[in-house]
C-alpha cells in the first residue's frame, strides 16, 4: 500500500509549529504533495528532515505560492512548471516527480492555483494557468499510467463542494467558467476526483475554512483540494480521506490534507 498525502500547508514554517510534524508521525505518507510552501530549498529540508527526498518549486515572488514533491524514495525523474517562459505568477505552482513502485512507474504532481478575483485581470491570469494546467493533464492522461494530480486548486467543482453555493455563484472559485475546466479534467480527459468517489454524495467533506469567524466551528467549507487520478491509478485506490482536524485550534493550516492509500 502507498499513502499520499496532499496539503496547502500555508507557509511550512507556520505549519510545523502549529504540529504539522505530529500529523506526519501519525498518518505516516509515503509521499506528501505540498502547496504554498513559502520557504527556501534549505527551509523546506530542515523542517522534513533527512527521511524525505524532496523536489521545489519557489514562487516568484516572497512568501507566496511555491510546490513540492517529497517522497520516502528517491525519485527517478522530475520536471518542474508547464513552461520555458511561465509568467512570473505561474512561478511555483506545478511540479512533477517520477517514483518507481514495485517496478511500475508513478507520476506525482503537486499542483497551486491562483485563487483570483472574479471581474479583475487577476481572472484573466487564471484562466491563461488553467489553459496551460490543462492542457499537460490531458496529455498525462494520454500516456495511459499511474498519475495522480493532487493540489488547491481554488475551485469548488459542484455545489455539494462548498456549504454558502447560492452566495458564491458570482465570486471566484465556484465561477460557472473555472468548474467547467474540472468538468474536462473528468467528462473529457477521464480524470478520476477520488475525493468526491470515497466522500459520498455530500454535501461535502470540506477542505477549506477561514481562520476568521466560525466557519470551521459551523463546517461552512469548501472543497478546494484535490487529488486527480488516472483510471488506471484510481482502480487501486483503496481509501480517500480529508484529515479535519479535531478542533480549531488543532489545525496547523486552514486547509485539511486530503489523504489516499492506493494499493501499488
Not at 1 to 17: K, Q
Not at 23 to 46: G, K, M
Not at 115 to 127: E, V, Y
Amino acid at each position: 500500500m502507498l499513502s499520499i498525502g496532499s496539503v496547502n500547508v500555508n507557509g511550512i514554517r507556520a505549519a510545523f509549529r502549529r504540529g504539522m510534524g505530529e500529523w506526519i508521525a501519525e498518518h505516516a505518507p509515503d509521499v506528501l504533495l505540498l502547496q504554498e510552501v513559502r520557504a527556501t530549498d534549505e527551509l523546506l529540508a530542515a523542517h522534513l528532515g533527512p527521511d524525505w527526498h524532496f523536489v521545489h518549486t519557489e514562487g516568484a515572488a516572497k512568501g507566496r505560492a511555491g510546490v513540492a514533491v517529497a517522497a520516502r524514495t528517491p525519485f527517478t525523474a522530475v520536471r518542474i512548471g508547464l513552461a520555458a517562459d511561465e509568467p512570473e505568477p505561474d512561478v511555483g505552482r506545478w511540479v512533477e516527480a517520477d517514483l518507481e513502485v514495485g517496478g511500475e512507474r508513478l507520476t506525482v504532481v503537486s499542483t497551486y492555483l491562483h485563487s483570483g478575483t472574479a471581474r479583475t485581470p487577476s481572472m484573466d491570469l487564471k484562466f491563461a494557468h488553467l489553459d496551460a494546467v490543462t492542457a499537460r493533464m490531458g496529455e498525462l492522461a494520454a500516456g495511459g499510467g499511474c498519475v495522480v494530480v493532487g493540489g488547491d486548486m481554488n475551485i469548488a467543482h459542484r455545489e455539494v463542494d462548498l456549504k454558502a453555493w447560492k452566495t458564491n455563484r458570482r465570486n471566484a472559485g465556484f465561477l460557472p467558467e473555472e468548474r467547467a475546466y474540472l468538468d474536462t479534467w473528468i467528462d473529457e480527459q477521464g480524470w478520476v476526483d477520488l475525493g468526491r468517489r470515497f466522500g459520498g454524495e455530500g454535501p461535502g467533506p470540506y477542505s477549506w475554512w477561514s481562520w476568521r469567524g466560525q466557519a470551521f466551528t459551523n463546517d461552512a467549507g469548501w472543497r478546494i483540494d484535490y487529488q486527480f487520478a488516472t483510471p488506471a491509478l484510481a482502480e487501486r485506490a483503496k481509501d480517500a480521506v480529508i484529515d479535519r482536524a479535531a478542533t480549531y485550534e488543532a489545525r496547523f493550516s486552514d486547509h485539511a490534507p486530503v489523504r489516499v492509500l492506493y494499493d501499488l
